[in-house]
């Protein structure tokens, strides 16, 4: 699973050492993860929603427990819990995830 954010937003993701279900600026406070096939519109999603150039987006991938997901749609899941850092296998940019 991955969950889309912009670079600035990176930077107290990692200060804080978790990404935060309370930063989430929709009704339902959530961690957003989309799976992997819908990455690209996730980078596009966010870059939209925030304002940003898609260079400005990175890609957390995280590893988190089945039982702490839920489905939002087909392609796009949701995590009431903070997801610790430590949960985060890999973080990328557009040209990483072009290729």
Do not use: F
Request: proline share 4%.
């Amino acid at each position: 699973m991955v969950h889309a954010t912009t670079r600035r937003s990176l930077r107290s993701i990692l200060v804080d050492g978790r990404l935060r279900a309370d930063k989430s600026k929709v009704s339902r406070r959530a961690v957003y993860l989309a799976t992997p096939a819908q990455r690209l519109w996730a980078v596009d999603h966010v870059a939209r929603r925030h304002g940003v150039k898609i260079s400005d987006v990175v890609l957390i991938e995280v590893n988190v427990p089945r039982t702490w997901l839920r489905r939002h749609n087909r392609s796009l899941w949701y995590c009431m819990r903070d997801i610790p850092v430590p949960m985060t296998a890999k973080v990328t940019g557009l040209v990483e995830v072009a290729v």
